[in-house]
RNA sequence: GGCCCCGUAGCCUAGCCUGGAUAGGGCGUCGGCCUUCUAAGCCGAAGGUCGGGGGUUCGAAUCCCCCCGGGGCCGCCA
């Protein structure tokens, strides 16, 4: 049992209820229940009095000391208790498992095909995968599902653009950078003569027909494109378990429309500019009328990715399904979640919505050409992570590359999920502080210290001052992850890595390891931290790194 | 107009769900620390009306209401 849970747990039966413990002020205590505050109410008491008559009851081995101030009860750990609590498991190479037993199918990444991935997918990629390590470290079955976008009108503007401007030679060299640069071309074109657009049109209508040409020159771009984003995934360390596009979802979507239909749940709009159209009926619910088959009998994304969602449901019989997408389609996946439940979807709907990425000084848009290629990015930050390691002559490509694509990773996982972020170059070659190199580094000087220990015996001792800090903060570690588990919120491990890596950084400093007569314990500690760097990297997607 | 998200030092950000002690970090600025396990580190200084107002509470960055500012969505696009 964790310590800090095994307290909670007795503070919570004094207090009669759930209650988690805080921090307390330096000095004051290791961990604090405001026990007086909550109690002093019921029983008519000050805090003071209520607290003191709490802290009598609050008796456990793994309390050396419980002091009252005010309301609060704080409480010091008896050190050596609490180290023999995490002794064996902060060190094991499993540290920080669940129980789990759900099943999760996670969609996350799902670019659109024939277009450069943007930041945005990157976003969604890099917090997707994390999501579904840590899910299935605590034990849950987490299924990766990258559902592409390779159906849409921008198609028709493709393959008239591909008739006319592509050249094999770069295509071969570089597919997505030639589709991109044929795309734009035809936005171009198209201002100065609007027939491309109604041509474009044409050809959409012919694919969607079943036109052998058009859909073969469909089925490369697919293709094409998929070997694009290998490339990325590659190096991001990231794999699916399933990958799908909404294309396979069209006849399913026309079934579970009409169906709809028949059961009053749609109905076919009888005025104005969508006459014709079968839209889902959800004005109850304050949200509208979404379209799901055009009035010319077509699907649109809400049927399809019903459609899909049935779909996985059957497929995976998972408890959770969740979407790891932009919180710009947050009304979509309202609209998509409550028409699944009419149909009477029983299972947990989750959409992760993160926001917005920026790019400084870039007004993002892939008609015009305006984008930032994901290689670009991840390219950068190698490069100045070599520079750095020629400086120090510990340059391995291995690990530059590894250094690099996690400096990206971290700085993608670091915020909370909903909130904007604006991508900035220099921040990408800006290595110090809050930062993947920061975490990596201490791992690093762990691994360092434990190479050159070879086979020293570790031994518990009372641990003391920056060791005891240390000591605290590795057995958050299940706790922290719990916590993402049930909120989805990678971050949160980031944060706790950087924590701490810096308690580490800080003992490393002050602190002789190797031939200090504390040296059994504090190599115990130096492998405890190794040991949390690793997994937590692991768990972020993140590549430890041998030297750097 | 309706709905959703955000607002914490010059900049970025944690804490908000689950109320509790002098609001933690980082970048940048200034000043220090390498004969000892790698200085991508460490130590110190300066920097805050937690957007504003009201309410609930013994106690509010945190909960509720109103307002202001920024962003997003409301398409027979995805």
Do not use: C
């Not at 604006?422 to 691994?447: C, H, I, L, M, N």
């Amino acid at each position: 049992m964790n310590p800090y849970k095994e307290v909670e747990r007795l503070a919570s039966s004094v207090a009669g209820r759930d209650i988690r413990g805080s921090f307390p002020p330096e000095g004051k205590g290791d961990y604090a229940f405001p026990l007086g505050f909550l109690l002093a109410r019921e029983f008519g008491k000050k805090p003071e009095e209520a607290a003191r008559e709490a802290a009598e009851k609050l008796r456990h081995p793994l309390l050396a000391e419980v002091k009252v101030e005010g309301g609060y009860v704080n409480v010091f750990f008896d050190r050596d208790e609490f180290l023999k609590s995490v002794w064996e498991e902060a060190v094991d190479p499993n540290y920080g498992r669940g129980e789990g037993g759900k099943a999760f199918v996670i969609d996350y990444s799902s670019p659109n095909i024939a277009k450069p991935m943007h930041v945005g997918h990157l976003r969604s990629t890099i917090l997707g995968e994390a999501v579904k390590r840590i899910l299935s470290w605590r034990g849950h079955r987490a299924i990766g599902l990258n559902y592409l976008g390779d159906i849409g009108t921008q198609f028709g503007a493709l393959i008239v653009a591909f008739k006319r401007w592509v050249d094999e030679e770069r295509l071969r060299k570089d597919p997505i950078k030639e589709l991109l640069r044929i795309y734009v071309k035809f936005h171009e074109e198209a201002e100065r003569d609007p027939s491309l657009e109604e041509e474009a049109r044409k050809e959409f209508e012919k694919l969607e027909r079943g036109d052998p040409e058009n859909v073969a020159l469909w089925k490369r771009f697919r293709e094409l494109s998929l070997e694009g984003f290998e490339r990325i995934y590659r190096r991001l360390g990231v794999s699916f378990d399933v990958v799908v596009g909404e294309s396979d979802f069209v006849e399913e979507a026309r079934k579970v429309s009409r169906e709809l239909l028949e059961k009053g749940m749609a109905k076919i709009w009888e005025e104005g500019d969508k006459k014709g159209a079968i839209v889902a009926d959800l004005e109850g619910e304050g949200l509208n009328h979404p379209v799901l088959l055009k009035s010319d009998g077509t699907t649109i994304y809400l049927s399809r990715d019903l459609a899909s969602l049935l779909w996985r449901v059957r497929e995976f019989n998972p408890d959770v399904l969740l979407y790891v997408v932009a919180i710009e389609q947050n009304l979509h996946f309202r609209q998509l979640f409550t028409v699944a439940k009419k149909l009477g979807v029983d299972r947990e709907l989750v959409h992760l919505a993160f926001g917005m990425v920026h790019v400084e000084g870039m007004r993002l848009s892939t008609r015009r050409g305006q984008v930032v290629f994901l290689e670009d990015i991840l390219d950068t930050a190698v490069n100045h992570v070599r520079e750095e390691m020629m400086k120090r002559g510990t340059y391995s490509a291995e690990d530059a590359e590894r250094v690099g694509v996690s400096s990206v990773v971290f700085w993608m996982l670091k915020a909370e999920p909903k909130k904007d972020v604006t991508f900035r170059w220099k921040d990408v070659t800006s290595f110090t502080g809050e930062s993947g190199p920061y975490v990596q580094y201490a791992y690093v000087r762990a691994k360092n210290i434990l190479r050159k220990a070879g086979e020293a015996n570790t031994s518990p001792l009372t641990p003391e001052g920056e060791e005891w800090e240390i000591v605290k903060k590795v057995a958050l570690f299940p706790l922290v992850l719990e916590e993402v588990e049930k909120k989805y919120t990678p971050h949160l491990l980031a944060r706790y890595l950087l924590d701490l890596s810096s308690a580490f950084h800080h003992f490393y400093d002050h602190n002789r390891v190797l031939g200090d007569p504390r040296e059994p314990l504090r190599l115990w500690i130096v492998k405890a931290v190794k040991n949390v760097l690793e997994i937590g990297q692991e768990l972020l997607a993140m590549k430890p790194p041998e030297r750097m």
